[in-house]
């Protein structure tokens, strides 16, 4: 379980987040909505150590990540990986050296079992056919699963998605949407997704929070998250018809 409690992040004299609480639990998964720029990369960024945070507590499986030392918090802060919002791919390698990266950059594996580990992971998210591909041949429903693949080598407890369907075709997104779905279930994951695709909402969503001038203004599971009168459909739902309707919000 990772506990949040009034996490405050700034840039210059902006407060991004100001007062962030919020309970990840296990093996569920919390989807994070919110409008953009409102801060749900940093949100996540905070959490992984890639952002600097000024007050308030992170907490990975009971232990509070402030007084541990860098070692003990990067211990556990590797529990977690992360999808980025582009994937992240190294162009110049093929999938199968993406995927092996890790695993040899961290002196985890090497010969068979590292050969092992590299196609178990590239047939469980489809992709045994393009291991001798690089990025640039992959269309983008494909870049996702060979970086999900990548995520999963060093086989995380948690993992972070950022925007994993945005910009994809709804067949495509659907199909990213099974996948996180299948590898949650298959390696017992503990899945947090940053999105505006309430299709993967409906779909995923266990927890849905939404961010909101700095703090999570709502958290509730799925029923009531998507609930007609509800703060979040309030924000996701209404407001897009009052948008169009030409209303003020
Ligand atoms: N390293 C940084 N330095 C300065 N400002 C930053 C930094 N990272 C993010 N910000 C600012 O923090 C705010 C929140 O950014 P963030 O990327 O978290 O938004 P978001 O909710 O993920 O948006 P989107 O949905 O568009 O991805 C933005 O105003 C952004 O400009
Ligand atoms: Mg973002």
Redesign the pocket.
Known sequence: MIRLRNLRVG?GARL?LDGVDLDIDDLVTTVIL?R???????LLKAILGL?TIQTGSIEIDGQDLAPLSPRKRADLRAKIGMLL?NGGLFDSMTVYENIAFPLRYHRLASGADLDRRVRDLAALVDMTEALDQEPSDLSGGMRRRAALARCLVQDPDYLFYD?PTTGLDPATSALVETLIHRVATERQLTSVV?T?DLDLVRYLGDRIALLDAGSIVACQNRTEALAPGSRIWETFITAREKIHSGQQI
């Open positions: 840039f991004v919110g953009s720029g409102i801060g749900k990369s940093v952002v919002q925007e940053v505006h």
